[in-house]
């Protein structure tokens, strides 16, 4: 198989697009998009019945193939993606098959009425990483990730891969020949690897890396955190009419902004072929512990109680055990992360309980 759509052979094409076959279902997920978009209610809100109800998110169709840690290769969309955010869900996130299947909600205006209207995400760019790093929490910035990566192919740690121009064949790219070409983003947000003396020559397109390599050199503590919780406050929308001391306060993950535009175009990113070791990336520290003590308690209520059933106890709802883990965070950090924040990672926590039940 051609290595640059080598990702392990899994068509995101065949995957049935976030519709319920259950008639009621389906219903009442229509319901709750056409209270987005009239601004009855808030993308937050949604994505909260629709998990009390339980249905797969409303904006992002459930990830049924593999693992992205899985495959051999990755598009320098989600390379970057790793290494700004460290998750599995940002990497999910710009990989095209799955990507061109989703949407984000958009604010607007229409005769002083607020409301929202679905945009679909078209395939993945280096301009889309570029944005999300600009309106979101990262553990690296879109450039510095740029850098660091470049450094590691130069230093023969990374090893990338790419079509050539001519003749559009797959090659290799060594540590020594990298010295030679630099990694160019131009204004479109496409990258491709341009001549390092001569910059209007591009020699290579189509930039891939190996998974396993990538996943080695930047490891996550948090892999599975999604990339919606990026920002801390996943629940507030930006009100274009009022004027806020922190704009980063107040940004909407789940709804997509104008943000501004970083020049790059790779002006910055030659290295000398000899040089120190480049530092270690170091992560920014979750403020709450999602994969250890969280999920374990997330874990214990779930085993105690069951899964949810209204047949057997209709006061066990997801609703309940979202309650009882933020007061368990309140518990123990005397503070509590937001209530969308802790929706979205106990789709996980349910998700993984069922599977190790299943196993059982």
Not at 49 to 63: C, E, H, I, M
Not at 91 to 110: A, D, G, H, M, S
Not at 288 to 309: C, M, P, S
């Amino acid at each position: 198989m051609d290595r640059r759509f080598d990702y392990v052979g899994f068509d995101f094409s065949l995957m049935d697009r976030m519709r319920s076959r259950d008639p009621e279902e389906e219903e009442f997920r229509e319901g709750l998009l056409e209270s987005v978009k009239t601004g009855r209610i808030t993308p937050d809100n949604a994505e909260e019945r629709a998990f009390d109800r339980g249905l797969d998110s409303l904006t992002t169709p459930f990830w049924s193939g593999p693992s992205v840690l899985d495959f051999r290769a990755w598009s320098i969309e989600m390379t970057l993606a790793w290494l700004i955010w460290g998750s599995k869900r940002a990497v999910q996130r710009f990989y095209t098959p799955y990507r061109i299947q989703c949407f984000e909600w958009k604010l607007f205006t229409n005769g002083g009425t607020k409301g929202y209207q679905p945009m679909s995400l078209g395939p993945a760019s280096t301009a889309d990483v570029r944005a999300k790093a600009s309106s979101s929490k990262t553990r690296l910035s879109f450039n510095d990730a740029v850098r660091n990566l470049w450094d590691r192919v130069q230093g023969g740690v990374v090893v990338g891969s790419a079509l050539t121009v001519k003749g559009d064949e797959f090659k290799t790219i060594s540590a020594a020949e990298s010295a030679t070409l630099k990694l160019h983003i131009d204004d479109e947000g496409q990258a491709c690897l341009v001549d390092a003396f001569r910059n209007d020559v591009v020699r290579y397109h189509t930039v891939t890396f190996s998974a396993a390599e990538i996943v080695a050199e930047w490891a996550s503590d948090d892999a599975d955190r999604p990339l919606e919780l990026e920002d801390d406050n996943a629940a507030a929308v930006v009100d274009p009419d009022v004027e806020h001391d922190n704009a980063a306060d107040v940004v909407d993950p789940h709804v997509e902004h104008e943000v501004p535009v970083v020049e790059d175009r790779g002006r910055e990113q030659a290295r000398p072929v000899a040089r120190a070791a480049a530092p270690r990336l170091r992560g920014r520290r979750a403020a709450f512990a999602w994969d250890t003590v969280i999920r374990a308690e997330a874990l214990r209520l779930l085993d105690l109680n069951g899964d949810f059933d209204p047949a057997v106890d209709p006061a066990w709802r997801p609703a309940r055990l979202i309650d009882n883990l933020l007061q368990f965070c309140q518990r123990t950090w005397e503070t509590e992360p937001s209530r969308a924040a802790m929706t979205n990672y106990v789709r996980q926590y349910h998700e993984e309980f069922r599977q190790l039940r299943a196993a059982n």
